[in-house]
């Protein structure tokens, strides 16, 4: 790597699942084509049980393991900070971490409802530092490229917009995880999977304006434990452009093991996207000679990211997503550039929650519920 | 033909896509394999363009022809009165001819509302004729089966269902038809296709006891006439055995041609149908060594219907749900059995039009709807 | 029907798989719309078996029976024979009918080798009347539209051609017919599904002129009889418009029901068809702005067959090719035109015969095999 | 990464293409979990461009540069040599640097034929260094865990191998590359992408005997140079086991990207893999209650290599196979185990190379060519 490239080192809290995922991210992007805009330093990494972190520090390539995450925020080597811990852990850290002067990266969701979520923001939003939630899909080239195809108007007026985020893992009774305790994860299928599908239709088809929905408890009880967050929630919601649709989520879905599936129908023409084959784009034009969908692989070097890789057809694994992202990030970081609006940032993960909280309403209250996005006070 | 097979007249009403539908499957029936339970007759056909009828009676086999439903109704040769002609023409002739003492079979969907609905299935009820609503995709041999794989508790506690028919015709905003006047459809997307779909989940699942729904009209002027029908609906259902999940239709989903796509998840496994490919049914079952979905051609021997045509991997066409229909009504009024479970009679035309009414009432609401069906007082 | 539509009497030999898509082919073509060419009278079928005959009689709507097929053809009501019985017998029956006068349709493989097809052919061309071979699936409106396409040089220069039909039900070890005895059948796999690509590739590419080969028995006995036919070959061909490609066919490929499958590349774009999703044709063309199939529901109006029938997205069945087929040929003889480029004829029939033979000298010689195709010598 | 394991020095031939891929695998591996048996050390690149091996050795994270590949032999801290070249620097440098007690990785094809082939795996093998030829594929999770179904007989008597590999940038006629030249190449798309999909054969079936085969040039002049390797070739060959099959390959099949496809059926089932869909493996067994290929997620932990990955659903990318190659190398390397039979060494090089010369010799023969496999006299 050029000696020219300056360095940022990565303090990171979590070493589970989105630990994993992101460190590999650092890792590869520092030796991937295309002069990364900063080289990742693995300074440090966080973890309340220090034989765990510490195995997770060798495997993933930190320099040092601490089991206070505080200890990452003292640390002046650290100029990044990378919240990949549990829900419950969010807030506190990331606001810490920025008011420290640290760039913060959050997982999604960002806070455990919209009212902290907005505190989170708007506390590092005053401290003048980059800030991204962790919403790793939009950094797949096919969402990339369905976003530049609804920029350029090549769908026309939209209509509808049908998401939805199906799982099976549940369907195992005797699993009890923090996954499924509220205190700990705020919500179940809607944070976990719902988040994710909320922030893509933002990002493709704009504001969410209302939304009807039912969440449900199926499987009430887990390995003695009572279960308190939803399994799955339905729900059909209205967008500011005029488009409504539908919403869905659940982790009792037999045969659906990752189906984060998303369809956009517009007067012009419609896409679909499924994040078990994230490499190919659906397209269909009204322009085409014919009707149906054209199954496009997106690894050609003109689609989003693929000029960083390899020659068309040799695809990308959804790992790729975090490496993009991390690239973007660390972009914004470098050239003073925003996050937004292509990466999520802190209010995009605000407004997710909004969204998710106007979910849990409606479902207790019976009604189409609308929703009033805050302003930023800062 | 065996002598031996009683015959049975044959009046029609319509004489357009429904009609021909109906004409190609009374004859076609008659030449099947399997004695037929009756034989058909094409007395007569009615319609108020006399040109028009007269070329249609002769295409479609017809003996003679009327321009006022009334004379088949007069006409004792007539033992079937098949009422394919549009939504506005239901009540009144249907009734009519079961007063008079024939069996009856009514396009879906049954009347303008679930009032008129209501009164149709009580009127004829009283009749003691047969009578059936024309709702053919029940008669689609993978629809047949996923109801078999429910019946015999295959997929265990239903959780979800999603249901979706959409279509793309309805972009052209030169294209005027009665479908898009309230006033002769009674509905647009609603009635013309979630009315299918309403059909086939209560047929799968079981009765519907709450909608949250949104209506919407994207193209308000065709052709210079304003349009009072909707485009498209988005629902969330909840049904009475705990599952829940989305309806939704739409004419204005470009790239879809005919597609109503159902998946059912249980707590054992998962089905999967689409009417675009409407000889395979998808297939996960939590007992397969592997997750995932089958890909399952409906056409062996033991699938229903099939023993009627050919062997294995020579498919069938959407016509033939039709042919299918006739029979089973064909049979119900030679054995005096009942219409339903497996065919849908007018009470089930009924109910899906209680639904479609709560989903227009809960647009208007923006409340979550519970649906009461009346009782049968004959 | 029309009483000026005039009637054509159809005597039909054999009533098995084909007596009955034939039959059901003439009873729905007389009462489709657009007016019939003819109009068919099921006059007589034969077949050896009394009972069985009597009983296919009536369940396909002939109006009488013999167990001599000589009895057809000295029947003046006759005016087509259609020959659906085994393969043994296509060869004196279709000449001696056509030699009394009669049109005749014969099921393919034409005769039991090139040298008997030559001969049905040519004694038949030197009467006159018309004559077609059962290659039923150029009327697939998807393969129709595929041969527009090549007609149009939509694809440019063709460089491959992939075709294979893959079967299953040949797996079943103690399954015998006549179809595993060559004296019967004249061949396996080969015959039977073999000669059906080999007539589109033909239909669509052009004449095969070389062909490289394998034949394989894997299943040697079946029920205690020695099989001596073929239960799969692979051949690799070559065109003599320069493309070369693959033909194969299998009766033992689990998993595969009736997968009819070809794929055409060209300088300018490829088509992919597969008989078990028959409404379907895969196209994709260089100057599409993306790459990669498009999907393509073969329904719309401007397909062929198309505007016979219902409105787009309303699929048709395996049995409608039949029908689409007996409609071209009643045409051929109405309006004394041809059966061929679109029709398969005779010389077609024996055609493919020449392909078949060499693909088992091939696989004998160890050679490339070279064809040479007799000319008519009528 | 833990002080304790043990470093190996790379040294690299080639920044290419593969050169690429394969450092991105050394520095991925490093740092994934599990404990790596060996942490690369990239120490060295060679290429004869100065200016453009530098920019790769900064990108790809190598230490240094050399222009003269012998530098690569004669370093010291050099353990394993990793040719990435083009072909026709694949002996004498992969040779040279065994014989100097590097450990080798040689890109496929082996050598320019078989007689080079078993030139370079011979000598290779003198040494008793590990050697590897780089058939990636063998370690996609799919294809691994394809050749575990069949090691445990659940296919049973293998009867069909199709096996195919398309691409289109051929098609652009104005293209002239390296890869179009014999002198360079050795061969195209046979050498390219027909060698993979023998690999792929042997790999999960057994030995080829014989072939009958085809190659041609469609565009025989490119930029104004002649072409002289071939743009496509189809083939039949036979298996040892009694399996036969196809073998086709080719740079001319617009809408194919990079479409390996390849589908074994057994007397108990089948499997079907498409590159183009990495994480899916279709599969079939006659066991299942229904007749269709499951579409199965190949990520699941009892999947092969998943349980270095991520949860279930969360895909691999093509990239990921090298990765797991080079784990597979490292630890032969460290513990001293044999690279066969899942890694492919330089035998199956050679094996490989074999079969590409019996298609080019059947293509000019016009017969059928046994293959004789020459064997190791070290």
Request: with cysteine; aromatic share 8%.
């Given at each position: ?99 420290a002067g640290k760039h913060v990266l959050c997982e999604k969701p960002l806070g455990m ?53 199906l799982q099976s893992w549940g369907g195992d009774e005797d699993l009890m995880t923090w ?163 292509y990466g999520a940032d802190l209010e995009d993960g605000y407004r997710a929650a909004e ?24």
């Open positions: 790597m050029s000696e020219e490239t300056p360095t940022i080192g990565i303090g990171m809290l979590g070493y589970a699942f989105m630990g994993k995922a992101h460190s590999n991210a650092y890792r590869t992007i520092a030796h991937m084509p295309g002069q990364p805009p900063l080289l990742p330093e693995l300074v440090s990494i966080a973890g309340r049980n220090l034989e765990a972190v510490t195995a997770a520090a060798q495997l993933f390539g930190f320099e040092a393991t601490v089991t206070d995450w505080r200890d990452l925020i003292s640390d002046p080597r650290v100029g990044l900070f990378d919240n990949s811990g549990p829900n419950l852990l969010h807030a506190e850290p990331t606001i810490l971490a920025a008011q409802d919209a009212g902290e979520s907005y505190e989170i923001w708007q506390r590092v939003a005053k401290t003048g530092v980059k800030h991204m939630c962790g919403y790793n899909n939009r950094f797949v080239p096919a969402i990339r490229y369905a976003r530049q195809l609804l920029e350029a108007d090549e769908l026309g007026e939209i209509r509808h917009v049908r998401a939805r985020y996954r499924f305790d509220n205190a700990q994860a705020g919500s179940g299928a809607l944070g976990d999977l719902g988040a994710h599908i909320i922030d893509l239709a933002r990002f493709l088809v704009g504001e969410i304006t209302t939304v009807s929905a039912l969440t449900r408890t199926f499987i009430k009880e887990r390995a003695g434990h009572a279960v308190d967050v939803d399994d799955a929630f339905e729900a059909t919601v209205e967008y500011e452009n005029g488009a409504f649709g539908t919403l869905e989520a659940s982790r009792l879905a037999p045969g659906r093991i990752n189906s984060l599936v998303l369809e956009v129908n517009g007067s012009k023409g419609s896409l679909l996207f499924n994040l078990e084959r994230l490499n190919e784009l659906q397209i269909h034009m009204n322009s085409s000679p014919h009707k149906g969908f054209q199954t496009v692989l997106m690894t050609e070097p003109e689609h989003p990211f693929l000029n960083f890789w390899y020659p068309p057809g040799h695809t990308l694994g959804w790992q790729d997503s975090f490496t993009h992202q991390a690239h973007h990030l660390l972009t914004a970081i470098r050239e003073d550039t925003e996050v937004g609006p969204v998710c909280d106007a979910i849990v309403r409606s479902s207790a209250s019976g009604r189409r519920e609308a929703i009033t996005y805050r302003k930023s006070e800062v």
